[in-house]
């Protein structure tokens, strides 16, 4: 059974960081699988912020996409041996205000940051940015 948690988020202030953590469990990594960060704000479309490449292929160890929106703002990383992701927010701005997801899935190599093309979703965590 595929398990995703989410933690971390929280109440910042505009210009603060948040750090938010996922640690998978029961996920089976083949060579296209992909852990991603997504947002969705009530009444708007949920929207991919992040991905990195945690497949089995050694050379595309790390690679990782992001929105426009969070570039230079945003980190994704993971640590493999605990089997965790990671979202380093900093700068953060009223407009980052969302819940995020942590998810993982097999998407297609120009589809990385669609919500569709992920297969298991955390329960979410709350970011919520004043100004």
């Known amino acids: 059974q595929v398990q995703l948690v989410e933690s971390g988020g929280g109440s910042v202030q505009a210009g603060g960081s948040l750090r938010l953590s996922c640690a998978a469990s029961?996920?089976?990594?083949?060579?296209?699988?992909?852990m991603g960060w997504f947002r969705q704000v009530p009444g708007k479309e949920r929207e991919g912020v992040a991905a990195i490449y945690s497949g089995t292929l050694y050379s595309a160890t790390d690679v990782t996409y992001y929105a426009d929106s969070v570039k230079g703002r945003f980190t994704v990383s993971q640590d493999n041996a605990k089997n965790m992701v990671y979202l380093q927010m900093n700068s953060l701005k009223p407009e980052d205000t969302a819940m995020y997801y942590c998810?993982?899935?097999?998407?297609?190599?120009?589809?990385?940051?669609?919500?569709?093309?992920?297969?298991?979703w955390g329960q979410g965590t709350q970011v919520t940015v004043s100004s």
């Open positions: 029961g996920y089976t990594y083949t060579y296209n699988s992909m």
């Open positions: 998810a993982a899935g097999r998407p297609d190599v120009y589809r990385r940051l669609y919500p569709g093309e992920y297969e298991y």
